[in-house]
């Protein structure tokens, strides 16, 4: 099960998280988030995720080759094209999906073979980060090729219960505002205590 964390930007916090090997490390670029980042990172051993909403091929790759990422997660109405240019990037690819009541799975079926994982998170006002789970057993029906992780409000509370669920094509768990001190700082005891209830459970 990857664990990736999301909304890193201090330095100190992004190098304490380090040392718990996430497997994913994700940094916001959109500028109306709290979690928005525009200094500079340290250089770290975890793969890095740059998250975009509304951006352009260009602002993407712009950001790719500054923060050296190596996925980019579009988490807004992108296209299946701008997915394939900037796969042909090099860098893996994350398309995330808002999820309410009910998700259209005829939505994902044009990014099958152009993104490396869906991820499902909660629909809200904004475009991410509102620490909402949605009802994961909606992801029962879902029969795509593509793997996924989850994301939306996932916490100490709740993620026994995540962990409990078998769904076909779930790789990963995204967790973000719910592990916060203040925005993008995140609780890195807290963290330690998710990532060994994810890899006792993994290794059960
Ligand atoms: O966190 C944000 O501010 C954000 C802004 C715009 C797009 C995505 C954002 N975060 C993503 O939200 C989910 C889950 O967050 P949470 O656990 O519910 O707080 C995660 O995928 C982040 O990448």
Not at 29 to 49: A, E
Not at 69 to 77: D, I, M, N
Request: hydrophobic residues 40%.
């Amino acid at each position: 099960m990857k664990i990736k964390v999301c909304g890193m930007r201090d330095r100190e916090n992004i190098l304490a998280l380090e040392s718990l090997k996430p497997d994913m490390m994700g940094l916001i670029f959109y500028p109306k988030s709290p979690r928005f980042v525009q200094n500079s990172i340290p250089d770290i051993s975890v793969p890095k995720v740059g998250v975009f909403v509304h951006a352009s091929f260009e602002e993407i790759k712009a950001k790719v080759e500054e923060y050296a990422l190596a996925y980019v997660q579009l988490h807004s109405e992108e296209t299946p094209e701008l997915a394939e240019r900037v796969k042909s990037l090099g860098v893996g690819v994350i398309k995330a999906f808002g999820v309410d009541g009910d998700l259209d799975f005829s939505k994902l079926e044009e990014f099958e073979g152009s993104v490396d994982y869906f991820l499902f998170d909660t629909k809200g006002d904004q475009y991410g980060g509102h620490g909402k789970a949605f009802d994961w057993s909606i992801l029962n029906k879902y029969q795509g090729k593509t793997p996924y992780l989850i994301a939306g409000g996932i916490d100490l509370e709740n993620i026994d219960q995540l962990l409990s669920l078998k769904l076909s094509g779930w790789k990963g768990i995204d967790v973000n505002s719910r592990f916060e001190l203040s925005p993008a700082i995140k609780d890195i005891q807290a963290l330690e205590k998710l990532f060994n209830k994810v890899r006792n459970l993994a290794q059960a």
